[in-house]
């Protein structure tokens, strides 16, 4: 290999080692997910035993009221993927907790004619070592781009 070859190998696999996923949390400490095209719409994910719960957020990190909205939830392999159950509270949306290291694929839907905006969420719960928290919701800073 070529020496500009292998310090690309080597910056890359250090990112992948060490990497802190440094994601934006919300107002009661949840992983916010984007739900709408021009950041106007989030969700919070937490987890209380062994549900996930996705508050429903505005622009201003408020709490928004429930009406029409829906959530479909998806996990498991890409080929063979396993619809969650969801269930409606008063402040979002209820769903089991999946398997550490599995995916979370969230369509969300303001209103029942509304185009569906699609989320995602890696459950990693390793524990980062910066900040002690699981990867998931890493407290430490996003990395700048280079």
């Given at each position: 290999m ?33 739900f709408?095209?021009?950041?106007t719409?989030h969700?919070?994910?937490t987890?209380k ?9 505005d622009?201003d990190m ?7 909205q829906?959530?479909?939830a ?7 993927p396993?619809?969650?159950?969801v269930?409606r ?19 969300y ?36 781009e280079k």
């Amino acid at each position: 290999m070529t020496p500009p070859l292998l310090l690309l190998l080597a910056s890359l696999l250090t990112g992948f080692a060490s990497g802190h996923e440094g994601v934006e949390l919300g107002p009661n400490g949840g992983r916010i997910l984007e739900f709408s095209d021009n950041e106007t719409m989030h969700g919070e994910v937490t987890v209380k035993g062994d549900q996930f719960h996705i508050a429903v957020l505005d622009k201003d990190m408020k709490p928004v009221a429930m009406s029409q909205q829906s959530l479909t939830a998806m996990t498991g392999d890409r080929a063979q993927p396993v619809k969650l159950e969801v269930t409606r509270d008063a402040k979002g949306f209820v769903l089991p907790v999946v398997q550490p290291g599995d995916w979370l694929i969230l369509r969300y839907k303001d209103h029942p004619e509304a185009k569906p905006v699609t989320a995602r969420l890696e459950y990693n719960t390793a524990t980062c070592e910066g900040c002690q928290k699981a990867e998931w919701v890493c407290e430490c800073p996003k990395k700048e781009e280079k």
